[in-house]
């Protein structure tokens, strides 16, 4: 087994469950035995580490001009409940082959090279990549959601905005991630160089109807907002299918008021998630799906807008060295987009370059514990990765 498998099962594996799923969840004690792990293999590779103050871990390896800004590598910590061995580990470990190859190699790069490990990548009440988003400035200390859910961690607004790094002092972002999807599984490919990472839109919508007597209220004279919630649904599914091949439409959760078997439904709220590329999909979707839900009867339809996520483009510069890299390597690979939020989008908030390096997830699987990717694939993306540093470090 190769060095970076052998990181990978053994920093991944902690918070292991008996059915071998993963369970490290953000700032969780497993979270910080990965922490822990993790920061000692940086120690031993002669990086300068450190854990701010919102429990991102960070590792600095000295350049030979030391003006020159960073190369950073970075990914998280973190796992889903009974999430996988790779989502997120893989992109930390592959920092850390990369120091090991440059140190058996006998190499100082010109310039500083980083490794982060962030925390809360997953979503939670703090929102989805939190750590990379205080490290970015993009997280705002003040905000009332925020200061809300901070306590409850032990943390404060002050916490966040130390977390803060001047980014302009980075060159570049690389992240080496998993797909999460099955297109590099079903295609000959063994790499993707992504293009961007989706927009991602959420609405809390909610179904206003009348609560009544479910067996003397007729079918005729009911006014339900779980069958008209069901009906926008579907419709609204359907009209994501004609609109883009591409274009993600997602129903996670749903609540229904007053929840009883023998009253009708008065009120029904579920999130409506939508992911593309472009905006003016999804602004055209949510157009479509306010006019689908006016046309339902008996009931009214309020929208919510709580998440307006736009999508990121990857750096043209390091997408050709990540694709100049693989086919120097005799490696196959494609260019695609990424339909999965990742810590890069963060890191790109104040117009830093990011590129993504992906490697194939077997039959699309994540977030589960059956997420696998084979050894050779996480062989061949570190390689790729490691060129692509080399390469990163002759820029101007």
């Not at 920061?39 to 003006?67: C, F, I, K, S, W």
């Not at 970015?136 to 009332?144: E, F, I, K, L, T």
């Not at 803060?164 to 999460?180: F, G, N, P, T």
């Amino acid at each position: 087994m190769s060095r970076i498998n052998e990181m990978l099962r053994r920093y991944g594996s902690i918070g292991k469950n008996e059915d071998n799923s993963i369970t490290r969840v953000g700032n969780s004690e497993a979270y910080r035995q990965a922490v822990g792990a993790v920061r000692e293999e940086m120690d031993r590779l002669g990086m300068q580490t450190d854990v701010d103050p919102v429990g991102n871990l960070h590792g600095y390896l000295a350049g030979r001009d030391e003006t020159k800004r960073s190369i950073v590598i970075g990914s998280h910590l973190d796992t889903v409940i009974n999430g996988g061995l790779f989502d997120g580990m893989l992109g930390v470990v592959g920092g850390l082959e990369v120091v090991h190859r440059l140190r058996e190699q006998g190499i100082t790069l010109e310039h500083p090279l980083e490794i982060f490990g962030f925390n809360f990548e997953e979503a939670s009440p703090l929102g989805g990549t939190f750590g990379s988003r205080c490290v970015s400035g993009m997280a705002d200390p003040d905000a009332p959601d925020l200061a809300q859910s901070l306590p409850q961690y032990g943390w404060t607004p002050a916490d966040v905005a130390a977390a803060k790094r001047d980014v302009s002092r980075y060159a570049c972002y690389l992240e080496y991630h998993i797909e999460q999807g099955d297109y590099l599984d079903t295609h000959p490919f063994d790499i993707g160089v992504v293009s961007g990472i989706v927009g991602i839109v959420r609405y809390t919508v909610t179904a206003v109807g009348m609560s009544n007597h479910a067996g003397t209220t007729m079918m005729a004279g009911r006014r339900d907002a779980l069958v008209a919630m069901s009906k926008l649904i579907a419709a609204a599914d359907q009209k994501a299918r004609e609109l883009s091949d591409t274009l993600v439409f997602t129903v996670g959760k749903i609540s229904v008021l007053p929840g009883q078997e023998n009253v009708i439904a008065g009120e029904c709220t579920a999130t409506f998630e939508f992911r593309h590329m472009d905006k003016t999909v999804t602004d055209a979707f949510f157009a479509a799906v306010q006019k689908l839900a006016a046309e339902i009867p008996c009931c009214t339809f309020h929208f919510t807008n709580t998440c307006q996520k736009y999508a990121t483009v990857c750096d043209p510069r390091l997408m050709e060295a990540i694709g100049q890299s693989a086919a120097e390597l005799g490696v196959r690979c494609t260019v695609m987009p990424s339909g999965a939020g990742h810590d890069a989008a963060a890191m790109a908030h104040e117009g830093v370059p990011i590129g993504m390096i992906f490697v194939p997830s077997v039959a699309g699987i994540s977030h589960h514990g059956k997420e696998w990717t084979r050894e050779e694939h996480v062989d061949l993306g570190a390689d790729v990765l490691y060129q692509t540093v080399l390469k990163a470090d002759r820029f101007d």
